[in-house]
């Protein structure tokens, strides 16, 4: 049959002889194919491809506009089909190759394409391809086989250096893992190290592997008998060994290592192979050992800590006063209310003393130590039982204030710490109430429902400077008067003057003074809604 009579319509089968025409011609003058044929061939050929391993495609001619081959189409593809830019399977059906790749324009491939088209024989071709993974180049190469069928290319793709990624994957594995192969073949007395094993036992390469019976010369005396063991079970009994030992490298380094072994027995159940692995653990072990050292820290610091807090709780029930009280002293009705911001280590300083002296005056003490902890407790505990030792022995209160101020200037165990205070003389022949403070708030005088307060000398707080002056003041204490002494975590709010918190307990507490729980109220009142940020110890003293 002459060429210029056509070609007849689409092949029966997949040729791979010269039974198809050139795509010029066969593009140009084969009878327009209708819809239902090419859908035909198409889904024929997908369903062949679905079952075919690897990358495998089939390419569709794409005429132009003067009917010649402008492209080719991928109308088919197997599950495992892969391009250069990463599609996969049916990602790649519907591309054209030039509009998608237009470097592979006049490539030895695309000619190749054109010739399997023309000639109707399969192309066989490699290509190499430089890519770029994670900003590392490398260059692969591929099998390319292309074979006419259907009127277009069933095209096949094979990786050729599969091997060489494989054994690259496998050095960087080890690489990381700090660890290397190791064969032997007993039988021949050939032993196979990989490159990681050198570097693992910090060994020259030249040398070459290192033998069994060199291997022991450089373990840790104490670790060899354990180890020889293990050799032995290995190599006589076959039984597989997962062992840890130390080594000493040529430079005189220690190092953990571990092998992982197993024998190849032959008929007689004798080893003829061994074949395993050594892995450097040095600086697992460091880490292990640093993880230990750390976890033992911890433990003695919480040990540390359980027994401060034991302290803490012994200190609190002996030097602390309960929380809530009424006491009688002095012909004075005393109402107690002492909050603690917190418990255990975070203990604070606030703190008071009310007592009958042994001439039947009273005296009534407040403080507040900076700072939370053990320490701010032991300053409180230094300064209630010395201000209460000098009172109790007649030492006017100003001078207790500058020997108390001098005390925390001086002692070298107290560090830095300040502290404020208030203390009161009470007189009940004289019915005259005498009073002292240093940085502290002044007391509140509720008289008549009515409510000031008393005026007197500030008094620098104490441990600060060392010319601090304190200077006593006096007034009348009447029946049904009421007067408070508290700390500043009464009216002390974030964010707002400490004259505003004092405005707010003056204007309140003589709606509360005759209150059978007047020091709850008041603490309910001027707190209010808001947390706690100090503690809060009041003093309600009534006549």
């Given amino acids: 049959m002459d060429a210029n009579d056509g070609p007849p319509t689409a092949p029966s089968e997949c040729p791979d002889d010269r039974g ?105 071709g490699e290509l190499a391809y430089e890519e770029v993974a994670v900003g590392i180049p490398h260059r692969s190469h591929y099998r390319v086989r292309a074979v006419p069928c259907q009127g277009g290319l069933v095209v096949s793709w094979t990786r050729l250096d599969t091997g060489e990624r494989e054994r690259r994957r496998l050095g960087v594995m080890q690489r990381l893992a700090r660890m290397g192969w190791a064969d032997w073949d007993l039988v021949r007395n050939v032993i196979s190290w990989s490159d990681e094993v050198y570097t693992v036992f910090n060994r020259d390469p030249a040398l070459g592997p290192m033998t069994l019976e060199e291997l022991p010369t450089h373990v840790l005396a104490e670790d060899l008998p354990a180890l020889g063991t293990a050799v032995r079970h290995l190599l006589g009994d076959g039984e597989p060994i997962d062992h840890t030992f130390r080594i000493t490298t040529p430079d005189g380094q220690v190092r953990h290592l571990r092998i992982v072994a197993e024998a190849e027995l032959d008929a007689h159940g004798g080893p003829v192979e061994v074949h395993g692995f050594f892995q450097d653990l040095t600086a697992a072990k460091h880490t292990e050992r640093q993880l230990l050292d750390h976890q033992q820290a911890v433990l003695a610091q919480q040990s540390q800590l359980a027994a401060e807090r034991g302290l803490a709780a012994r200190l609190q029930d002996t030097l602390l006063p309960v929380s809530h009280q009424t006491l009688l002293l002095a012909g004075l009705t005393v109402d107690v209310a002492y909050q603690p911001l917190q418990e255990g280590l975070k203990l604070g300083g606030d703190w008071y003393s009310a007592v009958e002296l042994p001439d039947g005056d009273a005296l009534f003490v407040v403080g507040d130590v900076a700072g939370h902890g053990l320490d701010a407790v032991a300053t409180m505990a230094l300064l209630r039982f010395t201000a209460k030792g000098m009172a109790i022995t007649g030492t006017p209160l100003p001078s207790v204030l500058a020997r108390l101020n001098t005390l925390l200037l001086h002692s070298p165990d107290q560090g830095f710490d300040t502290a404020t205070m208030v203390m009161a003389h009470f007189d009940p022949t004289a019915s005259r109430l005498t009073w002292v403070q240093a940085g502290h708030p002044p007391p509140l005088l509720v008289r008549d429902g009515r409510s000031r307060f008393l005026a007197g000398h500030q008094g620098t707080l104490l441990g600060a400077v060392d010319t601090a002056r304190y200077e006593a003041s006096t007034v009348e204490l009447r029946p049904g008067d009421h007067l408070l002494l508290y700390t500043d975590g009464l009216v002390e709010t974030p964010g707002e003057p400490i004259d505003a918190g004092l405005a707010r307990l003056a204007r309140i507490a003589p709606a509360h003074v005759n209150d059978p729980h007047c020091v709850d109220a008041l603490v309910r009142e001027t707190v209010g809604r808001r947390a706690p940020r100090d503690d809060i110890c009041v003093l309600h003293i009534a006549r």
């Fill in 20 to 124: 198809v025409f050139s795509s010029y011609r066969y593009l140009a003058h084969r009878p327009p194919a209708t819809d239902v044929t090419v859908g035909g061939a198409v889904s024929a050929v997908q369903e062949v491809l679905a079952g075919v391993p690897g990358s495998v495609t089939f390419l569709q001619p794409v005429p132009g506009p003067d009917g010649r081959l402008a492209d080719l189409r991928y109308a088919a593809a197997s599950p495992d089909a892969v391009d250069i830019g990463g599609r996969r399977g049916q990602e790649l059906i519907g591309l054209r190759v030039l509009e998608t790749y237009p470097g592979a324009a006049g490539t030895e491939l695309w000619q190749g394409y054109l010739k399997a088209l023309d000639t109707g024989e399969p192309y066989e």
